[in-house]
T-cell receptor, first 112, second 114 residues
Framework: AQKITQTQPGMFVQEKEAVTLDCTYD???????LFWYKQPSSGEMIFLIY??????QNATEGRYSLNFQKARKSANLVISASQLGDSAMYFC?????????FGAGTRLTVKP | DSGVTQTPKHLITATGQRVTLRCSPR?????VYWYQQSLDQGLQFLIQ???????AKGNILERFSAQQFPDLHSELNLSSLELGDSALYFC?????????????FGQGTRLTVV
């Protein structure tokens, strides 16, 4: 069964600094996708970034990048130049086939 | 705006009742997923439909059922409601199946059972 682990329940970062949110996963399937979502206090789930298991390069989307270390089964999200609006819950997710499974989430707080 | 529409946004109902949550996927998306988000259980995958057919089942209770209609909208039916069913219910849609398919979420329906 898939398992996604986010070991940081909460993180703090100073505005304009970079922050790394950890995610490890467990799967025996060679083909899978990794995703990060942001959930602000308003509740919606916002798709941020995707990394495929066969992708050779780390994914980047604007200020978001994914540090993918396949052998270690980790897919950490790096947010550069943090902004106050980045304060939210962040979820790591993995999909092998049909269903997408989520980690418990990390609450990020950006300090002014 | 993700393009996924869920109604209603809020629902308050009594124990033992039955409710229906509705989801309209993004235009062209054939896959619909339902998730339950509660404080103690996190985001739990319930069920997935692809072009009208059930494709995957997660932690969905027998009291819950879902379907996807020919116009691709989906409904999640929750019956014999219990206090513990209070949660945020998300619908998500994907343009394709498989590991690479990102899911776009609706705003969610917040269900409160009293």
């Amino acid at each position: 069964a898939q398992k996604i682990t986010q070991t940081q329940p909460g993180m703090f970062v100073q505005e304009k600094e970079a922050v790394t949110l950890d995610c490890t996963y467990d799967t025996s399937d060679p083909s899978y996708g990794l995703f990060w979502y942001k959930q602000p206090s308003s509740g919606e789930m916002i798709f941020l970034i995707y990394q495929g298991s066969y992708d050779q390069q780390n994914a980047t989307e604007g200020r978001y990048s994914l540090n993918f270390q396949k052998a270690r089964k980790s897919a950490n999200l790096v947010i550069s130049a943090s902004q106050l609006g980045d304060s939210a819950m962040y979820f790591c997710a993995m999909r092998e086939n049909a269903d997408m499974r989520f980690g418990a989430g990390t609450r990020l707080t950006v300090k002014p | 705006d993700s393009g996924v529409t869920q109604t209603p946004k809020h629902l308050i109902t009594a124990t033992g009742q039955r409710v229906t949550l509705r989801c309209s996927p993004r235009s062209g998306d054939l896959s619909v997923y339902w998730y339950q988000q509660s404080l103690d259980q996190g985001l739990q995958f319930l069920i997935q439909y692809y072009n009208g057919e059930e494709r995957a089942k997660g932690n969905i209770l027998e009291r819950f059922s879902a379907q996807q209609f020919p116009d691709l909208h989906s409904e999640l039916n929750l019956s014999s409601l219990e206090l513990g069913d209070s949660a945020l219910y998300f619908c998500a849609s994907s343009p394709r199946q498989g590991a690479k398919a990102e899911a776009f979420f609706g705003q969610g329906t917040r269900l409160t059972v009293v």
